[in-house]
């Protein structure tokens, strides 16, 4: 498994792409708190917060991270050099698991940059320091997370075709549903008497809990269960040999 996350690590930094996908992830979130007049510049707002981050973030996901994983294992079936994947002493779990722990790592490097608007917003603060850190680093976390089970979907939209556009395509459509697909569903008339347990099936609904500074159990087992649920299709697929 640490051979495949090492080489996917090292195939995405070894071209232009990673680091253009990187900085324009780090470009959109810049402009919007910091350039960018209106509600949501930080300066303007005159509220210590990271609230446009954790809200534009999600949104930026919905593209970067496909554009992470949609090469995945679609360049790997278009090359063949899946069929000698296969031949190696890896399991389907091993080959799986180290493609999406590639896919997360890679999100975790772009937002590690990322800290240092949460120094800065620490030190803007009248007193310095003035902030709820508590919820910060919540909505962090729960930024992690919803970034992984964008990953986990990533991949499993990648294995599932042979042409990266058609996995970038689908794995954004995915993640779009996953992430607020559920609370529109929500919204008609007919699931009206079980609106809150459709909206729980989505993803903003925890990363909303978790941005409120409480790591619930129930949010975090949310997410550990939308991974391995994404994880387990892609093996399923894996497993079935079935590339075309």
């Given at each position: 498994?640490?051979?495949?996350?090492?080489?996917?690590?090292?195939?995405?930094?070894?071209?232009?792409?990673?680091?253009?996908?990187?900085?324009?992830?780090?470009?959109?979130?810049?402009?919007?708190?910091?350039?960018?007049?209106?509600?949501?510049?930080?300066?303007?707002?005159?509220?210590?917060?990271?609230?446009?981050?954790?809200?534009?973030?999600?949104?930026?996901?919905?593209?970067?991270?496909?554009?992470?994983?949609?090469?995945?294992?679609?360049?790997?079936?278009?090359?063949?050099?899946?069929?000698?994947?296969?031949?190696?002493?890896?399991?389907?779990?091993?080959?799986?698991?180290?493609?999406?722990?590639?896919?997360?790592?890679?999100?975790?490097?772009?937002?590690?940059?990322?800290?240092?608007?949460?120094?800065?917003?620490?030190?803007?603060?009248?007193?310095?320091?003035?902030?709820?850190?508590?919820?910060?680093?919540?909505?962090?976390?729960?930024?992690?997370?919803?970034?992984?089970?964008?990953?986990?979907?990533?991949?499993?939209s990648s294995s599932l075709t042979d042409n990266q556009i058609v996995s970038f395509i689908l794995a954004a459509v995915l993640c779009l549903f996953m992430y607020i697909g559920f609370d529109s569903l929500a919204s008609f008339p007919f699931l009206k008497s079980v609106d809150s347990i459709v909206v729980s099936f989505g993803i903003n609904e925890h990363y909303k809990s978790m941005s409120k500074g409480v790591i619930d159990?129930?949010?975090?087992?949310?997410?550990?269960?939308?991974?391995?649920?994404?994880?387990?299709?892609?093996?399923?697929?894996?497993?079935?040999?079935?590339?075309?």
């Amino acid at each position: 498994m640490r051979s495949i996350l090492f080489k996917e690590i090292s195939t995405f930094f070894s071209t232009i792409t990673g680091y253009v996908a990187v900085g324009i992830f780090l470009a959109i979130t810049s402009w919007f708190m910091w350039v960018s007049p209106g509600e949501y510049n930080v300066i303007d707002g005159g509220f210590a917060s990271l609230d446009t981050l954790f809200f534009i973030a999600p949104w930026v996901f919905l593209l970067l991270v496909p554009a992470v994983t949609m090469r995945m294992f679609a360049e790997e079936k278009k090359t063949g050099t899946v069929e000698l994947l296969l031949t190696r002493p890896l399991t389907d779990l091993q080959l799986v698991g180290g493609k999406f722990l590639g896919a997360v790592v890679l999100v975790l490097i772009a937002l590690i940059p990322t800290l240092i608007y949460l120094f800065s917003v620490y030190q803007l603060a009248n007193p310095v320091g003035n902030v709820d850190m508590g919820a910060m680093w919540g909505s962090f976390i729960g930024l992690f997370f919803l970034a992984a089970v964008y990953a986990a979907i990533g991949v499993f939209s990648s294995s599932l075709t042979d042409n990266q556009i058609v996995s970038f395509i689908l794995a954004a459509v995915l993640c779009l549903f996953m992430y607020i697909g559920f609370d529109s569903l929500a919204s008609f008339p007919f699931l009206k008497s079980v609106d809150s347990i459709v909206v729980s099936f989505g993803i903003n609904e925890h990363y909303k809990s978790m941005s409120k500074g409480v790591i619930d159990s129930r949010d975090v087992i949310y997410f550990v269960s939308a991974i391995a649920v994404f994880v387990y299709a892609t093996m399923l697929k894996v497993q079935s040999r079935n590339w075309k």
